[in-house]
């Protein structure tokens, strides 16, 4: 009698059959880029260093003047070895840096057509659009057209069917 029990509420707990769920979903989709002008420019300072033993020095040169718009400039120092006959090290290194920009020109055609460049740049031209293309139709795969230079054409069709979730 246990087991008929035990086997009747198996039975009546037991999940019921799969109903069947039917689903169709069809995604379609086109990207279309083009790439923009840029101008990545970073401005390199001045510096001047000067070392060495056994060195006398008469005039210290340096970095003299500069602005917001002008870039400083060297002085030539005066150096003399200190003690005649004897072993010397004398090193003088300068960097002129580069002048101030306040304003770029803009662009025309998808390119900058003056851009303002400092010691570190990195230019880029921008796209061309030309024939760059892309269609969606509700019987048909996407279909892209390629463009000039600088463009991107995505085209991507999903499809899921499904019949038991």
Do not use: H, W
């Amino acid at each position: 009698m246990k087991r008929l029990l035990l086997l009747a509420s198996t039975l009546f707990l037991a999940s019921p059959a799969m109903s069947a769920e039917i689903t169709s979903r069809i995604t379609d989709s086109v990207q279309l880029t083009v790439d923009g002008p840029a101008v990545q420019s970073t401005r390199i300072g001045s510096s001047y260093s000067v070392s060495g033993s056994n060195i006398a020095v008469e005039t210290l040169g340096g970095l003299t003047g500069g602005s917001a718009t002008a870039a400083q400039t060297i002085s030539a120092g005066s150096y003399d070895i200190g003690t005649d006959e004897q072993a010397f090290t004398f090193s003088e290194t300068s960097l002129i840096g580069d002048t101030p920009v306040t304003s770029q020109t803009c662009c025309s055609s998808g390119l900058i057509t003056a851009p303002n460049l400092y010691g570190d740049s990195i230019t880029s031209n921008g796209g061309t659009a030309g024939s760059l293309a892309g269609t969606l139709t509700a019987t048909s795969v996407p279909t892209v057209t390629a463009g000039g230079a600088g463009t991107t054409a995505v085209g991507q069709r999903t499809i899921e069917l499904s019949v038991f979730r």
